[in-house]
T-cell receptor, first 109, second 112 residues
Framework: GQQVQQSPTSLVLQEGENAELQCNFS?????MQWFYQRPGGSLISVFY???GTKQSGRLTSTTVIKERRSSLHISSSQITDSGTYLC???????????FGAGTQLIVIP | EAAVTQSPRNKVTVTGGNVTLSCRQT?????MYWYRQDTGHGLRLIHY???????QIGDVPDGYKATRTTQEDFFLLLELASPSQTSLYFC???????????FGPGTRLTVL
């Protein structure tokens, strides 16, 4: 069954608005990673965040292991933030990531 | 400078053809992975490896072989390519004991 659920599926923002992306896991969570991808492009690691909160510039990731969820907050969105954000979780098997379907973010002027 | 490189970047072949996708990492990582990405299915793990000579089966291994010849090099082999294997293929690497994965630029494969 589906192990990783991402929401929303897509999101349209006006430049300057904030975004909250969610990831929920159906099995026990040991670590998770957020990626950014442009259409047809490679996956760029945004956060490796096994637990707690991490911040990098306008991006903040919070992972709550016990609740099997993680979020990615984008503040003051910019047009260049447009793309797909993927979360991936690792369960009990070392190294094996399970990916969500992604959130497509579109930021308009 | 890129730590994970893939070749070729684009490949077109015909049904029944042989294809080898190459991946090299200069991260000194022990783990390497092959994924495929398809609309509607997301990213799925094909094969992975703990080190030279080691091979582990992923979630969608049918129709694929893989070989890890050195710590740096990991190959994906399609011996009888089929149109269902048309996809975007990614290689990734990660350190032993840590799970952060670093991805290559991808190879777009089209099987006619």
């Amino acid at each position: 069954g589906q192990q990783v659920q991402q929401s929303p599926t897509s999101l349209v923002l006006q430049e300057g608005e904030n975004a909250e992306l969610q990831c929920n896991f159906s099995t026990s969570l040991n670590s998770m990673q957020w990626f950014y991808q442009r259409p047809g492009g490679s996956l760029i690691s945004v956060f490796y965040n096994p637990s707690g909160t991490k911040q990098s510039g306008r991006l903040t990731s919070t992972t709550v292991i016990k609740e099997r969820r993680s979020s990615l907050h984008i503040s003051s969105s910019q047009i260049t933030d447009s793309g797909t954000y993927l979360c991936a979780m690792r369960g009990s098997a070392l190294g094996r990531l399970h990916f969500g379907a992604g959130t497509q973010l579109i930021v308009i002027p | 400078e890129a730590a994970v490189t893939q070749s070729p970047r684009n490949k077109v072949t015909v049904t029944g053809g042989n294809v080898t996708l190459s991946c090299r990492q200069t991260n000194s990582h022990n783990y390497m992975y092959w994924y495929r990405q398809d609309t509607g299915h997301g990213l799925r793990l094909i094969h992975y490896s703990y080190g030279a000579g080691n091979l582990q089966i992923g979630d969608v291994p049918d129709g694929y072989k893989a070989t890890r010849t050195t710590q740096e090099d990991f190959f994906l082999l399609l011996e009888l390519a089929s149109p269902s294997q048309t996809s975007l293929y990614f290689c990734a690497s990660s350190d032993r004991g840590r799970d952060e994965q670093y991805f290559g630029p991808g190879t777009r494969l089209t099987v006619l």
